[in-house]
Nanobody, 116 residues
Framework: QVQLVESGGGWVQPGGSLRLSCTASGFTFSSYAMAWYRQAAGKERELVATISSVTSTTNYADSVKGRFTISRDNGKKTVYLQMNSLKPEDTAVYYC?????????WGKGTLVTVSS
């Protein structure tokens, strides 16, 4: 079955950096686009970044452009989210996502807290 496991969250001061990882299993990782979403307390889940399967084309929410970088390692079946210049408004639970055979799968999420 499809499984996504996120890691790398934690507490960081404003201006700091974190790298999130998501390791996948249960499907042919290299054949599928991957995405990171986030959900802040009391808000809806929002798309942060996507990366395509073959060309690794990336797209970002306007709120994170220039600060976050999504990447993938097909050999390790892992997608990453490098987050730099973090702001308090980046505080959220971050989720890894794949749409596999028309079904959305999610990890359990990893909490990122940006605070002084």
């Amino acid at each position: 079955q499809v499984q996504l496991v996120e890691s790398g969250g934690g507490w960081v001061q404003p201006g700091g950096s974190l790298r999130l990882s998501c390791t996948a299993s249960g499907f042919t990782f290299s054949s599928y686009a991957m995405a990171w979403y986030r959900q802040a307390a009391g808000k809806e889940r929002e798309l942060v970044a996507t990366i395509s399967s073959v060309t690794s084309t990336t797209n970002y929410a306007d709120s994170v452009k220039g600060r976050f970088t999504i990447s993938r390692d097909n050999g390790k079946k892992t997608v990453y989210l490098q987050m730099n210049s973090l702001k308090p408004e980046d505080t959220a639970v971050y989720y890894c996502n794949v749409r596999y055979r028309l079904v959305d799968y999610w990890g359990k999420g990893t909490l990122v807290t940006v605070s002084s």
